[in-house]
């Protein structure tokens, strides 16, 4: 039995999803497929990305080849489709993976492909932080992204996140790793940064509304949690779930951005000289967003909270992995 059992029928619908096969791209995939779209998923390498046809029904979604700096491949992708998303982004820049190419001139690509095949349905997930001013290049190249599929698409729908959390993500499970191996973990400027983190299935879900048309054309959402946490907090709150004991050392950001010079040079950076600049910005949904009705409390979606996720995806980080699951212990483990 797949994955759309008991979903709703195929309805005929197109939607091409470049970059569906990462780890928020597949719960969009997921929350598509369940409502009857056929869903073509647009990747860089469509042999690595066949863990997305379970998510559907039978011939439901299929992966196609598609590069964001190949116009021509984006052009392809989206022949036939009734609505595009476009979900591509990177943490840290890597050979002809840069800032610039994925995040500013890749948008611009989707939103002038999706103009020119008559399409008016475009969702862009951007991010909280996206800044034209701002001294980090990521924070840069997001707002450049917006700009771009604003200016060429201009009832689109723009969705930014906080960090986002769940199976796969890259932030607690990157600390939950280091907790295993390490007796301290840093915190990148004192850890006072302010987060507001967000689970994926509650991104996912937003996305899909938007494609089924709920959401206010050319409107920028921001998407946060129901609890907004330091950045201490946040790993406070993943040793509690990995009951774990482990000193958090303060790293004035200083000392991190030097560090961040050689740790940018590994082939996964740990921590880069531009994360340390977006580590000077709290990340959380803004008053005016909240004013404006542009949350997903506004659309009536509940968020859900870390304790109730964290736990379904960290256990096999505690000491004896998911047999600790139902263990009694006084505290956490060291």
Known sequence: MSAASGSKALN??????FGGSGFVGRHVVRALARRGYRVRVAVRRPDLAEHVQPLGAVGQIMPVQANLRHRWSVDRAVVGADAVVNLVGILYEAG?????????????AVAEAARAAGI???????????????????ARSKAAGEQAVLETTPQAVILRPSIVFGPEDDFFNRFASMARMSPVLPLVGGGVTKFQPVFVGDVAEMVARAVDGELSPGTVYELGGPEVLSFR???ETMLKVIRRNRVLVPLPFGLARIQARFLQMLPKPLLTVDQVEMLKVDNVV?????????TLK???IE??????????YLERYREHGQYDANRMTA????
């Open 12 to 17: 005929g619908k197109l939607v091409t999803v």
């Open 96 to 108: 002809a993976q840069t800032f610039d190419a994925v995040q500013s001139f890749g948008p611009r």
């Open 120 to 138: 008016d349905r475009v969702v862009h997930l951007s991010a909280i932080g996206a800044d034209a001013d701002s001294p980090a290049a990521y």
């Open 233 to 235: 907090e946040c790993l």
């Open 286 to 294: 803004s008053e005016q967003a909240e004013a404006d009705g542009r």
């Open 298 to 300: 506004a659309l009536g």
């Open 303 to 312: 968020p859900r909270t870390l304790a109730a996720i964290l736990p379904t």
């Open 331 to 334: 505290g956490p483990e060291v």
